[in-house]
């Protein structure tokens, strides 16, 4: 039998066909969704049970694929029509859509503003969570899709032009320094910014003043990244496992099988969670030996996830809504 299965990676959709039967990765849970539009109802959440299909259409024109939460709005970066949309975590009722660059594909909030990674604007822009007005657009390297915060400064990841662009808070640019092929993921931990680089399946260990404290192979398309205490996790994309390292030398602790396509993660301060794009799933993962606790269906093709404090929070770019669960 032949199973036609949509995967998208970075905004470009992939054909993926296999000549077998069907591996159907079924929710365990459900999750609320979201729907993404013009819409200004209170509420917009209904309950949904998606799981895995050989579902072949196309992905939506809008394209959500960044989240992140300022405290008291979720913030979805709508790739394809260069926009963000808030919505209010209380209830997920859409509070606003603004204009951005081109391709928006990463978010993070830090030192009370909205940060955005626009692809093919090779900039970065700082927002007014409260007007969504632009305070200040940065030019930073080729291809801005990855976004981390040191506790002072902001960390860029260059996926084109294989580097990295550290910020000052009020947008200075304070150095561009070279890592690995298609440098994606960016997390803080152990006073150090770690950078997952795609096609050379490693990680770079990057002190805040930019030099490189060390390179580790993990698995197969390195993705995402999160810290964890004292523990750094990464996803594997290709190869649908994630690798845990210890922060304070890279040390390899463990490689353990999640879903296809895994992207996205965060650490809720008790369990990792691991969106993955090509089942269209959300696994709550164990941190100390990672086992799966439960899996959750989303929308289709996820990239990646937010944690409000209460709830996880995965926009789906292939089905142009965002999922939602109580993360315990």
């Known amino acids: 039998m032949i199973l036609l299965k949509w995967r998208v990676f970075s905004g470009v959709l992939l054909l993926v066909i296999t000549a077998t039967m069907p591996s159907v990765v079924r929710a365990q849970e459900a999750m609320s969704e979201i729907q993404l539009g013009t819409s200004s109802s209170s509420s917009l959440l209904t309950m949904s049970t998606t799981t895995e299909s050989s579902d072949t259409s196309t992905a939506s024109a809008t394209g959500p694929e960044a989240v992140a939460f300022d405290g008291t709005y979720v913030w979805v970066a709508m790739q394809f029509n260069d926009s963000i949309t808030r919505l209010k975590a209380s209830d997920g009722s859409i509070a606003g859509t603004f204009t951005v660059g081109s391709r928006p594909v990463a978010l993070l909030y830090a030192g009370g503003y909205l940060w955005v990674a626009n692809l093919l604007s090779n900039d970065v822009m700082k927002v007014n969570t409260s007007t969504g007005g632009?305070?200040?657009?940065?030019?930073?390297?080729?291809?801005?899709?990855?976004?981390?915060?040191?506790?002072?400064?902001?960390?860029?990841?260059?996926?084109?032009?294989?580097?990295?662009?550290?910020?000052?808070?009020?947008?200075?640019?304070?150095?561009?320094?070279?890592?690995?092929?298609?440098?994606?993921?960016?997390?803080?931990?152990?006073?150090?910014?770690?950078?997952?680089?795609?096609?050379?399946?490693?990680?770079?260990?990057?002190?805040?003043?930019?030099?490189?404290?060390?390179?580790?192979?993990?698995?197969?398309?390195?993705?995402?990244?999160?810290?964890?205490?004292?523990?750094?996790?990464?996803?594997?994309?290709?190869?649908?496992?994630?690798?845990?390292?210890?922060?304070?030398?890279?040390?390899?602790?463990?490689?353990?099988?999640?879903?296809?396509?895994?992207?996205?993660?965060?650490?809720?301060?008790?369990?990792?969670?691991?969106?993955?794009?090509?089942?269209?799933?959300?696994?709550?993962?164990?941190?100390?030996?990672?086992?799966?606790?439960?899996?959750?269906?989303?929308?289709?093709?996820?990239?990646?996830?937010?944690?409000?404090?209460?709830?996880?929070?995965?926009?789906?770019?292939?089905?142009?809504?965002?999922?939602?669960?109580?993360?315990?």
């Open 134 to 328: 632009i305070v200040g657009t940065f030019t930073v390297g080729d291809g801005p899709g990855g976004l981390a915060y040191d506790g002072t400064n902001i960390w860029v990841a260059n996926r084109h032009s294989n580097t990295v662009t550290k910020l000052s808070a009020k947008g200075s640019n304070l150095g561009t320094f070279a890592v690995g092929k298609r440098p994606l993921g960016l997390a803080f931990a152990a006073n150090s910014i770690w950078v997952t680089n795609n096609f050379d399946d490693s990680v770079i260990r990057l002190s805040t003043s930019g030099a490189v404290l060390g390179k580790f192979a993990v698995g197969k398309g390195p993705f995402g990244v999160a810290a964890e205490g004292e523990n750094v996790w990464v996803t594997n994309y290709f190869g649908k496992t994630v690798t845990k390292l210890r922060a304070k030398d890279g040390f390899n602790l463990g490689t353990f099988k999640v879903g296809d396509g895994a992207a996205g993660m965060v650490f809720d301060g008790t369990n990792i969670w691991v969106v993955n794009n090509g089942d269209s799933t959300v696994m709550k993962v164990s941190p100390s030996n990672g086992s799966i606790v439960t899996t959750y269906g989303t929308g289709k093709g996820p990239f990646s996830i937010a944690f409000d404090g209460k709830r996880i929070w995965v926009p789906n770019f292939g089905s142009n809504s965002v999922s939602m669960t109580a993360a315990n």
